[in-house]
């Protein structure tokens, strides 16, 4: 199956910056795409998309509430997404999880790295 490494969750003060890490590996072939999601305290049942960059072009896709403060970038050689997170606010305290987009099957989750913005 597939085996993820997550990294770079911590606490921080309003508008500090954090680099979430995160390595797949195993069965992975024919990766299409790599990214993040988000599941803030009190939405068990809601995960909310933040970034993902396809494996082959390098292009990007963000939501709304993180343009212009988050950048994702990938390295395709060692399987690992990153995510740069600046201008941290209290609305982003979320638990962060990546995910792996392969051609033919279903996305592969990581277990999860918990990011919390507070003063």
């Known amino acids: 199956q597939v085996q993820f490494v997550e990294s770079g969750g911590g606490s921080v003060q309003p508008g500090g910056s954090l680099r979430l890490s995160c390595a797949a590996s195993?069965?992975?072939?024919?990766?299409?795409?790599m990214g993040w999601y988000r599941q803030a305290p009190g939405k068990e049942f809601e995960r909310e998309f933040v970034?993902?960059?396809?494996?082959?072009?390098?292009?990007?896709n963000y939501a709304d509430s993180v343009k212009g403060r988050f950048t994702i970038s990938r390295d395709n050689a060692k399987n690992t997404v990153l995510l740069q997170m600046n201008s941290l606010k209290p609305a982003d305290t979320a638990v962060y999880y990546c995910?792996?987009?392969?051609?033919?099957?279903?996305?592969?989750w990581g277990q999860g790295t918990q990011v919390t913005v507070s003063s």
């Open positions: 970034a993902r960059i396809s494996w082959s072009g390098g292009s990007t």
């Open positions: 195993g069965s992975i072939f024919n990766i299409y795409v």
């Open positions: 995910y792996v987009g392969i051609l033919g099957r279903q996305n592969y």
